[in-house]
């Protein structure tokens, strides 16, 4: 009996292992198809662009204002809500995220207006925030040692997956059922990530809770804040190259098809890339990796705005440009101790916010300037070379070789 008993252990122990991997990769998918309704839902604005500019009589400083709506209220939701994991639970808060991002998008499309779609827009955006800022810590509590670099990976590149379905459906949805049709589209996928999300989250077998409130310190603080602005150069460029594009190939006659094509490579692309990359990394440095990509995302950026060729460019942008979103996530999400990290990834996505707020309007104030959508894309060119400078800082503070060998 004893010796039965005995051998018996290590079997259960494999079967709990491979439940809590079952889990962990389900929760995973959950994450994974949020943050593609998250694309979805922000380039919704951008891709009904070419009807709604028309329609609403909007200038490009306008639009982009509607398409940074999604993420005003960002930069003042970020720490609170980490804040509000630390006290009520993953499960609750993200669970509530995702249910507001549900019911700005119905707002949007039953406003009427250019002001009800930002209205909608601002309550969606909330929502994305408490996703967002605990998709790093969800994954880093459930994933570690290689898994977690792959599984952040999957987790950076669902979002253009998300954006490039947009410019795919979106357009068909506005000719067939309406501006107000597209808009509630995007509140189905979020609907089937909230149902797995609440059906498979369970608090990781192996988490404590702390004993008592801590803040993160002042270093973590900073090295948080460095790698957050690192972040939002990345994210808030290549949100700007996706919002004016449409708008720049429309207005230089391309058709939709054309346009659908362009998009596609430049966010689908993302998906092998980012996963390739999270492997270069590992293997050739982060830094090495990092500014290979980001190179070739300001020069794809500035490209397609100064010469016709958007199958060339996309290709640089969407494949070479995208092979380092996994290791900036990677070093912001291990900036703070894992029990500091769900406050630690509000101060890092509040600054995100705050940039990814005002870089569309930013860039269609450039376009307004330039006279053309394809101002928007110098804009985001510039943006997106801001990333250097701040991945250069935080790689003095902090010794990357080791944070990324704990990735």
């Not at 006290?87 to 019911?103: C, E, T």
């Not at 880093?140 to 950076?156: E, H, N, Y």
């Not at 909230?194 to 809770?209: E, G, I, M, Q």
């Amino acid at each position: 009996m004893i010796s039965s008993s005995v051998a018996a252990r290590p079997v259960n122990a494999l079967r709990r292992r491979g439940r809590t991997d079952v889990r962990a990769w389900t929760i995973l998918g959950a994450m994974a198809l949020a943050r593609i309704g998250f694309g979805y839902q922000f380039q919704t604005v951008a891709t009904l662009a070419p009807d709604l500019v028309p329609r609403f009589d909007l200038t490009y400083a306008a639009l982009g204002t509607l398409i940074g709506a999604y993420m005003l209220l960002g930069a003042f939701a970020a720490l609170p809500l980490g804040l509000a994991a630390r006290r009520f639970g993953d499960r609750i808060v993200l669970g509530s995220g995702l249910s507001l991002m549900i019911v700005g998008t119905l707002v949007s499309a039953m406003g009427g207006g250019a002001d009800g779609i930002g209205t909608g827009r601002s309550i969606a955006g909330v929502g994305a925030v408490a996703m967002i800022v605990l998709q790093g810590k969800i994954i880093a509590d459930w994933f570690d040692g290689r898994r977690f670099m792959l599984a952040i990976s999957v987790s950076v590149c669902s979002y253009p997956i998300g954006v490039g379905l947009a410019q795919l459906i979106l357009p068909l949805i506005d000719r067939w059922g309406g501006w107000q049709a597209a808009f509630l589209s995007g509140a189905v996928i979020i609907a089937v990530a909230l149902v797995l999300f609440l059906a498979s989250y369970r608090t990781p077998p192996h988490a404590a809770p702390p004993r008592r409130f801590s803040l993160p310190s002042g270093r973590e603080c900073l090295l948080l804040s460095i790698s957050g602005l690192c972040w939002t150069a990345y994210t808030a460029g290549y949100a700007g190259y996706t919002s004016y594009v449409p708008s720049t190939m429309a207005q230089r006659g391309s058709g939709l098809a054309l346009t659908a094509l362009v998009m596609t490579i430049a966010t689908w692309g993302n998906v092998p890339a980012t996963l390739f990359g999270g492997g270069l990394a590992a293997r050739f440095g982060g830094f090495r990796i990092f500014l290979l990509g980001t190179i070739a995302l300001v020069v794809g950026m500035a490209g397609t705005a100064l010469v016709n060729a958007p199958i060339a460019w996309a290709i640089l942008v969407g494949i070479v440009g995208s092979v380092h979103p996994g290791v900036i996530m990677a070093v912001g999400t291990l900036s703070a101790r894992p029990e500091n990290r769900a406050i630690g990834m509000g101060v890092f996505y509040s600054l995100y916010y705050l940039g990814g707020a005002f870089a569309p309007a930013a860039c269609g104030v450039a376009a307004d300037v330039y006279g053309s959508p394809a101002g928007g894309l110098l804009g985001a060119a510039a943006i997106s070379a801001l990333a250097v400078p701040m991945y250069l800082l935080h790689r003095a503070l902090a010794r990357h070789e080791t944070m990324l060998a704990r990735a």
